[in-house]
């Protein structure tokens, strides 16, 4: 391997750590923090790029990228509220019948779309300023992965300030820690969980609309990320920011160098998945793991 | 961040029945009617052949139950097991079938010059690999089709376990797994087949005897009986007993001295020894072994099997593998696109309405039903003319009656 290959490598591990933190960054929220298995949260993903693909084809809407980041977050954001109002609600402390459940809305989910957009791949096109690559020294980088490595910093930003920084995070905080007396003293718990719920899940919407411009956009799309996702909150450590960020970096990280190595995608993924298995087994509260003590 | 010490699997266990022995007669009865198909559709090309599949579904759902229902740890993996036995026997009769093609005559002779399946002559593969020829013989393919996935499963138990890897991270940790493999057999078609798989399958030869259609239906149904008649055994057993105080409250049971992890792993090993017997039998009447079986999707869908039926139960789990799959015919022959979303509500309905599935449910109402009788008070005209008559109720008993699976 010379040295583009290394920087291949090295903008790879970027940009598919990126969509690996931004994907991974929801569950973080509802997994990690809230303890809800959300199955589903690949297909709000694959909703996150349908809705970017309705925002930005000219057929329907033929606004731009920087539009459909948001309405991807406000559309899956309301999806993710209305889910947890009218289902997971009902599921908190039952996280395997959550697993379930969930499972079910993303099959459902899956469906409708399929049935409203058809099978066929949908293309995506960006705008024109994110269309080259930037050069450095002999590595050439496209745009669009360090624009995507930027907005997966803008969101982990946002997510910081608003857990840590604002009175909502503080209330969201005390929900998670005692749930019991943060209701004594006046938190509406319901509606913290499901504010918090729509966010994270608006994330998973940005990650999709993010993701479909860089690939295109098609069904089953959050299908081949929700497992890998997964992986990436329970090796950093539930409910560490920290940890989904080194575990999502370490990811992807992983998949493009031995892919590189081995020059065969899958093959790559096989033996990170395998790995990180075998780091979960050894270290089972993840690399950043909290220090607490817990019953059970 | 402290969570709330809730038991993983907060639904409660089945009332347990007020006349075990007509349960019993019901459940036998219910093992009769299973074979009921092989009368009613004994010459159908069509339905006989999906009755054989269900009834390899049934086997494997009770192996999700016996480690999810009984013991509270919900694999999202299984379909590892029952693919090891899918492949096992799937390259035996591939191989076999490769052998008649050849116009090769029995008995089958392993070695490096047999006949290539035709996956493998694709992609120009010089001769069957080494680990493979050895498979032709039915017999082996069948013994490893059980004894794999008892191996791997024990394995994967005695790491996961002894770390004290549970609910949900288990969980995960096993459907990641699924996933490698999956790509894995996915991405060596030389040696795999592929997405496609092995086709063409030979028919199963055993001792002798060719089983096909009705002879198929006997010997899948008949290893479903047996299969649970054991469980029926293991789950009423002590060690049943202390596999549900676990799924109830694991930290009681270890607090009592038990090796938890230790019968956790055995009933993973169990219930990966079945899984790969199902598999077995599910290639062997479905004459085609593709990677479809170690989806992530097929694994799920196994729980929700288990779910409909009943979770711990064993009988639920039998009918919620033929009740489904039979839904999952009948709307897919009519309306194919919308059975996605009838399963997807069944994964809801199911947890949030019917937490303990249809025999459980029934169980709860019979429950329900006796305690009302037992509240409302016998009519006075009855008693006061003939009060030398014991009540026809059995009185009930002064301690409460052992918890029994059905």
Known sequence: MNATDWGAALSNSL???????????????????????????????????????????????????????????????????????????????????????????????????????????????????????????????????????????????????????????????????????????????????????????????????VLGHLYTVKVDMGASYIVEAFMVVILGGMGQLTGTVAGGTLIGAGNSVVEKVLGNTQMAKVIVLGLVIAAIMIRPSGLFASKERTYD | MTSPATPLNSVPSPQPARSPWLCDAFVALFLVALFLPAYFFAGDRYWLPLFTRYMALAIFALSVDLIWGYTGLLSLGQGLYFGLGVYAVGYSLKLQQAWHAAGRTTPYVPGPDMPLPDFMAYCRLPHVPAWIQPLIDVRLALFLAVFLPTVAATLFGLV????????????????????????????????????????????????????????MYYLVTGTLVVAFLGCALLTRSKF????????????????????????????FAVAGG?????????????????????????????????????????????????????????????????????????????????????????LKLAARVRRWRETVPEPVPVAAKEPALPPLDLPAPAVAPEPKGV
């Open chain 1, 15 to 209: 940009s598919l750590g990126s969509i690996l933190i931004l994907t991974a960054l929801g569950l973080a929220i509802t997994f990690g923090v809230m303890r809800v298995i959300n199955m589903a949260h690949g297909e709000m993903l694959m909703l996150g790029a349908y809705a970017a693909y309705v925002v930005t084809d000219p057929a329907y809407l033929g606004l731009n990228l920087y539009w459909a980041i948001p309405i991807s977050f406000l559309v899956v954001g309301f999806f993710g509220y209305l889910l947890e109002v009218c289902l997971i609600r009902f599921l908190y402390g039952r996280p395997l019948d959550t697993l379930l459940a969930t499972w079910g809305v993303g099959l459902i989910v899956q469906q409708v779309v399929l049935l409203q957009f058809g099978t066929d791949l949908k293309p995506m096109h960006l705008p024109e300023v994110l269309q080259g690559h930037l050069t450095f020294g002999e590595v050439a980088i496209p745009t669009y992965r360090l624009f995507i490595v930027a907005i997966t910093g803008l969101c982990l930003l946002l997510v910081y300030l608003w857990f840590y920084r604002t009175s909502f995070g503080l209330k969201i905080r005390a929900v998670v820690q005692n749930r019991a007396m943060a209701s004594a003293l006046g938190i509406s718990t319901r509606r913290v969980d499901s504010l918090t719920f729509a966010f994270a899940t608006g994330l998973a919407g940005v990650a999709g609309c």
């Open chain 2, 160 to 215: 996961t376990f002894r770390l004290r890897i549970k609910g949900v991270f288990f969980s995960l940790v096993t459907q990641a797994l699924l996933l490698a493999v999956f790509t894995l057999v996915d991405n060596n078609q030389p040696i795999t087949g592929g997405r496609v798989g092995m086709t063409y399958l030979n028919k199963l030869e055993l001792f002798g005897a060719k089983f096909q259609m009705l002879s």
């Open chain 2, 240 to 267: 049943g007993r202390i596999l549900t105080a676990i799924r109830d409250n694991e930290n009681r049971v270890l607090a009592l001295g038990y090796n938890t992890a230790m019968y956790k792993t055995f009933i």
């Open chain 2, 274 to 362: 079945l899984a790969g017997l199902a598999g077995a039998l599910y290639v062997a009447a479905m004459g085609t072994a593709g990677p479809d079986r170690l989806d992530i999707a097929f694994s799920i869908e196994v729980v929700i099997l288990v779910a409909v039926g009943g979770r711990g139960t064993l009988l639920g789990a039998i009918l919620g593998a033929v009740l489904v799959n039979l839904a999952n015919t009948l709307t897919s022959d009519a309306y194919p696109q919308y059975w996605p979303i009838l399963l997807g509500a069944l994964f809801i309905g199911v947890v949030l309405f019917l937490p303990e599935g249809i025999v459980g449910g029934v």
